[in-house]
């Protein structure tokens, strides 16, 4: 089983992305996205839950960042818009897991996005 994340690369400020994560399985219970900027501790997004696409957010991202799915596909999309430098980071999907934004089991190998 794996998590494969797509969509990252280099964004002006204000700019938008939107990053994919696509699992090799069916997706029963949740999938989330974390980042992890250049020495700073990993930090969770928000979380989509496949079966209701009832979605949570972290207050730093809220309204700038929505958590989308096809579940046709296993995938879960992370639209980010309005975009600063301190978004710069290595975004990473996670799946299935018991921790806060659905961390704790399943991860990405990561994406890098950079904004400058």
């Known amino acids: 089983v794996q998590l494969v994340e797509s969509g990252g690369g280099s964004v002006q400020p204000g700019g938008s992305l939107r990053l994919s994560c696509t699992a090799s399985f069916t997706v029963a219970n949740c999938m989330g996205w974390f980042r992890q900027a250049p020495g700073k501790r990993r930090e969770g997004l928000g979380v989509i839950f496949p079966r209701t696409g009832y979605t949570m957010y972290a207050e730093s991202i809220k309204y700038r960042f929505i958590i989308t799915q096809d579940n046709d596909k296993n995938t879960a999309y992370l639209e980010m818009r309005d975009l600063t430098p301190e978004d710069t980071a290595v975004y990473y999907c996670?799946?299935?897991?018991?921790?806060?934004?659905?961390?704790?089991?399943?991860w990405g190998q990561g994406t890098q996005v950079t904004v400058s």
């Open positions: 996670a799946a299935e897991g018991q921790e806060a934004y659905c961390g704790g089991a399943l």
